[in-house]
């Protein structure tokens, strides 16, 4: 857009040989521009000089062709110098500069035209063909940086407000529209709504498939959710996995509804990345302004909480923030503090839940079950805070105590006449901990005295997240003579070929699978194939959930090696196991 500059003799940048400059003379006075061309055609380079003697001819000529500079008087018969300055200013193209032309010696007038944006303030009676040209080259040149200047302030701009992967709003644009746009709705009673959208186990594919992988799935993703959001609404990536819509004036309560169904579906289709096809789902979670709160701090909390739940409650859904989730939460808030001083203050027990030879009927072995005294709530199951001990890492110590206390029952002989075979659950943090192998070592060394038998449980999903990390560590354990057992096993996985990977010694069939036993003809034979297949492998099964006599026979007569679940006993404590072992003989 701009011409080649050189350097005259005496120092004055100005237009090469070859380049035509295009000006746009201002003046109602003839004489007046006679002689500024006269002094312009001094210079000796090529000029195309276009005049005007009106403000209305000035600004028709100035919208319909560039002009490299613009010399305008400040008084004209039909408007004002500076009003004709700002009119130009607003619609000014490219790099065309302004210089101001009179004859009133006046700074105030000068610092007036410069705020308005005249790049030159020039006195006629001083106007001279080198002082002339100097003012037209330099008024250029110092244009040219100001249009640089604005240019680089406009993309830093872009940059602080722009996702750089998406190029949807980034976190701080998306705050600020929302601190912006909750005035309005009380100001001209408006409705809001604040979406909150997770991809579920984006880390999974993350860690997987790489992050190449997963930044062109979120770009997709972006593009897929830009394509259902309605005009007016925001859209932005707030980081990683997340992103957010600002719905406003929404109509009726269906609309948020029907916006949610629609960002679900173009969420939900499978991507297909690198000849990969990855299946995909989303968590959102809704909150509403004014209803749920009309404050922005509080709102995206509101609708944080929201998606919470809809995590929680089984992915791939929305979930809209209420009274209820919020005190939910504040209890699930209190739970994680009160979590973190329970162990040092004693406030955990094992108990243990006794599991029966299918064929004799006689005790097995046990499972070990941590329960929490809590001070004020009771005793409590691990589905009222072990999910929170995971969220929270508070998993690993607790687990490692739970191990530890478990192993020191067995050498001391705490568990009477039970077989010493006692199974013990391991968390998917524990198993990825580099101070696993080194604990289980030395428990099973203290055990080695005794003969005890220690059997680690891990569900079945923990071990598919990462077969090959899993078969390393899970390998290393097995060498040092400690059992593995796959628990909830056959919830999720079409594929079995992990059995064959994995050093495995017993499978737990989980309990779902004695739900319709033995009123289910279908039930009962799938429930058979699943143990003679794993007989035929050479585990030893394990069949949960057993809550009836009925139940237990069916077990028996399918070839399960051991049945457990509330027919023969609940967890109890250790001073109760005596008592729970009695029961189970006198069945």
């Known amino acids: ?46 000029l195309a000089i276009v005049e005007a003697a009106t403000a209305d001819a000035a600004l028709n000529t100035f919208a319909t062709a560039p002009f490299d500079a613009v010399l305008l008087d400040y008084r004209l018969p039909d408007m004002d110098g500076l009003e004709v300055l700002r009119r130009m200013n607003s ?36 106007i001279s063909p080198r002082r002339l ?33 998406t190029g949807l709003a980034n976190r701080y644009s998306f705050d600020q529209s929302l601190r912006a746009a909750i005035p309005r709705t009380r100001r001209y009673n408006l409705n809001l709504a604040l979406l909150l959208l997770d991809l579920d186990n984006f880390k999974l594919i993350n860690d997987s498939h790489g992050h190449d992988v997963g930044d062109q ?13 309605r005009d007016g609404d925001i859209l932005c990536r707030l980081g990683g996995d997340e992103f957010a819509v600002l719905a406003f004036q ?43 709160t009309s404050d922005a701090d509080e ?11 809809a995590k929680r409650g089984g992915r791939n859904q929305a979930h809209y923030f ?32 006794p599991q029966v030879s299918a064929a004799n009927g006689g005790p097995f072995g046990a499972e070990a079950l941590i329960r929490w005294h809590h001070p004020e709530r009771g005793l409590l199951a691990p589905g009222e805070f072990l999910d929170i001990a995971e969220d929270t890492g508070l998993i690993e110590p607790i687990g490692a105590w739970v191990l530890e206390t478990a192993c020191a029952d067995i050498v001391s002989g705490r568990l009477g006449d039970l077989p010493r075979r006692v199974a013990v659950n391991l968390s998917a943090q524990q198993l990825r901990s580099p101070e696993l192998l080194g604990k289980v070592r030395t428990l099973r060394d203290g055990l080695s005295a005794c003969g005890g038998v220690l059997e680690l449980e891990i569900t079945e999903s923990v071990l598919i997240a990462d077969i090959v990390q899993s078969q390393a560590i899970l390998g290393a354990i097995a060498e040092l003579g400690v059992g593995i057992a796959i628990d909830d096993f056959g919830t999720g996985y079409s594929s079995l070929s992990y059995l064959k990977q994995l050093p495995i010694d017993t499978l737990k069939v989980d309990k779902s699978f004695l739900d319709q036993v033995p009123e289910g003809e279908k039930d009962k034979r799938l429930l ?21 006599r009925q139940q237990a026979d069916v077990c028996r007569d399918y070839g399960a090696d051991a049945i457990q679940g509330y027919f023969f006993a609940r967890p109890v404590s250790l001073p109760d196991l005596p008592g729970a072992l009695r029961h189970i003989r006198e069945i």
């Open 1 to 46: 857009m701009f011409g080649a500059v050189l350097q005259g003799n005496d120092g004055i940048d100005a237009p090469s040989r070859d380049e035509t400059m295009r000006l746009l003379l201002v003046d109602d006075d003839e004489v007046d521009r006679m002689a500024i061309i006269r002094a312009l055609r001094q210079w000796h380079c090529p």
């Open 217 to 229: 799935l979120l770009r997709i993703v972006a593009h897929r959710l830009m394509e259902v959001t």
């Open 91 to 126: 619609r000014r193209m490219g790099s065309t500069a302004i210089l101001m032309l009179t004859g009133m010696d006046d700074d105030d007038l000068a610092t007036q035209c410069i705020e308005a944006g005249a790049q030159d303030f020039l006195l006629k009676q001083e």
């Open 322 to 353: 209420s009274e209820d989730l919020h005190r939910q939460v504040m209890r699930r808030v209190q739970t994680e503090r009160d979590l973190r001083t329970a162990l040092s203050r004693g406030e955990f027990e094992v108990f243990y839940q």
């Open 133 to 165: 040209m100097r003012a037209v080259t330099h008024a250029r040149m110092r244009h040219r940086i100001e249009n640089a200047l604005i240019e680089s302030h406009e993309r830093l701009r872009e940059l602080a407000e722009q996702d750089p992967l």
């Open 250 to 292: 929404i109509g009726h309560d269906d609309s948020v509804h029907q916006l949610s169904e629609r960002l679900l579906g173009a969420a939900s289709r499978p991507v297909e990345v690198g000849g990969a096809v990855l299946p995909m789902s989303a968590s959102i979670g809704i909150a509403l302004c004014p209803d749920n």
């Open 299 to 309: 709102l995206f909390k509101c609708a944080d909480l929201a998606m919470y739940r």
């Open 528 to 548: 058979r194939a699943m143990i003679q297949m794993a007989r035929n492998m050479g585990f030893r099964v394990v069949v949960e959930g057993v809550e009836t």
